[in-house]
């Protein structure tokens, strides 16, 4: 069936530092891809999102890219901030039911 | 617009007692999603609605776990009875559309924190 393997964490950083996340996936026919976002104590925000091959997602000053000869989507950012702490999911959505799928999540904490 | 509510947002029962979670989806949202989160793992689907008919309920531990949204809006999910393993945080989730929809994104509630004694 279809899955997403993520890094695992956590990613430690200081502020301004870059920041790669890495997400690969397996899947049949062509998923779109997410990356989603958990704060403490909240539910999941939709960060980003690709539909087809070569599409770029960007939101926040976070983007990835939907690679499909590499099936990946990386996750990155050129200066994390303290605010950008969370764990960070990537998922794909499966092209019959919808459903999500979701990868392990990856913990990032960014020291001042 | 008002998100995707979910309650209540902790419950601490004993195994082999009964819980219910509640979720009230975006007005206008036609598809409603309940998933798993245990500690350190992405969330898994248990359930996907189309209104108020199920699409899939594949992942969905039948001899314990039920859910139903007779209305096409509100959606209970209900655990009975509960076992150890089913400690997590119990995900809502909803969108436009579901099969053949096209890319609505999905949107989440806060969850419910459960803790089986």
């Known amino acids: 069936g279809d899955s997403v393997t993520q890094m695992e964490g956590p990613v430690t950083l200081s502020e301004e530092a870059f920041l790669t996340i890495n997400c690969t996936y397996t899947?049949?026919?062509?998923?779109?891809l997410f990356w989603y976002v958990q704060y403490p104590g909240e539910g999941l925000q939709l960060l980003l999102k690709?539909?087809?091959?070569?599409d770029k997602g960007s939101n926040k000053g976070f983007e990835a890219t939907y690679r499909k000869e590499t099936t990946s989507f990386h996750l990155e950012k050129g200066s994390v901030q303290v605010s950008d702490s969370a764990v960070y999911f990537c998922?794909?959505?499966?092209?019959?039911?919808?459903?999500?799928?979701f990868g392990t999540g990856t913990r990032l904490l960014v020291s001042p | 617009e008002a998100g995707v509510a979910q309650s209540p947002r902790y419950k601490i029962i004993e195994k082999r007692q009964s819980v219910a979670f509640w979720c009230n989806p975006i007005?206008?949202?036609?598809?409603l999603y309940w998933y798993q989160q245990i500690l350190g793992q992405g969330p898994k689907l248990l359930i996907q609605?189309?209104?108020?008919?199920?699409?899939?309920d594949s992942q969905l531990p039948k001899d314990r776990f039920s859910a139903e949204r007779l209305k096409g809006v509100d959606s209970t999910l209900k655990i009975q009875p509960a076992k150890l393993e089913d400690s997590a945080v119990y995900l809502c989730?909803?969108?436009?559309?579901?099969?053949?929809?096209?890319?609505?994104?999905?949107?989440f509630g806060d969850g419910t924190r459960l803790s089986i004694l």
């Open positions: 998922a794909l959505r499966d092209t019959g039911f919808q459903k999500l799928v």
């Open positions: 007005s206008g949202h036609a598809t």
């Open positions: 989730a909803s969108s436009l559309a579901g099969t053949g929809g096209g890319n609505q994104p999905q949107h």
């Open positions: 899947a049949t026919g062509y998923p779109s």
């Open positions: 609605f189309q209104n108020n008919g199920v699409v899939d």
């Open positions: 690709a539909t087809k091959a070569d």
